[in-house]
């Protein structure tokens, strides 16, 4: 069993940047990036996979960045020029294998972490 703790979120200014961190307990093939906003579904942010390979969510390319350190088993995710929109508990996940094209659907990875809230202001 891996246990996931995600670290960075907090309050920001629109247009602001944020970095949020998640240290598993153990090693994983796929480490990724969700979020869930108040009244709505579970939704994927970006992925990577091995380590190498990423994907990312539409609404977050080009302004979010996911990055691993694997030494660590740590997973990274840079927020740059944050939304209002982005507003949302973050949650990381983990699994030990890499599923496509459902890389995207909560149900692709076995481990979750607890959460982190970002609230951006406009």
């Known amino acids: 069993q891996v246990q996931l703790v995600e670290s960075g979120g907090g309050l920001v200014q629109a247009g602001n940047s944020l970095s949020l961190s998640c240290a598993a307990s153990g090693r994983t093939i796929t480490m990724a990036w969700f979020r869930q906003a108040p009244g709505k579904e579970r939704e994927f942010v970006a992925v990577?996979?091995?380590?190498?390979?990423?994907y990312y969510a539409d609404s977050v390319k080009d302004r979010f960045t996911i990055s691993t350190d694997n030494a660590k088993n740590s997973v990274y995710l840079q927020m740059n020029s944050l939304k209002p929109e982005d507003t949302a508990l973050y949650y990381c996940?983990?699994?030990?294998?890499?599923?496509?094209?459902?890389?995207?659907?909560?149900?692709?990875?076995?481990?979750w972490g607890q959460g982190t809230q970002v609230t951006v202001s406009s």
């Open positions: 990577m996979w091995s380590g190498s390979r990423t």
């Open positions: 996940a983990a699994g030990s294998r890499f599923y496509y094209p459902d890389y995207y659907a909560p149900r692709s990875y076995e481990y």
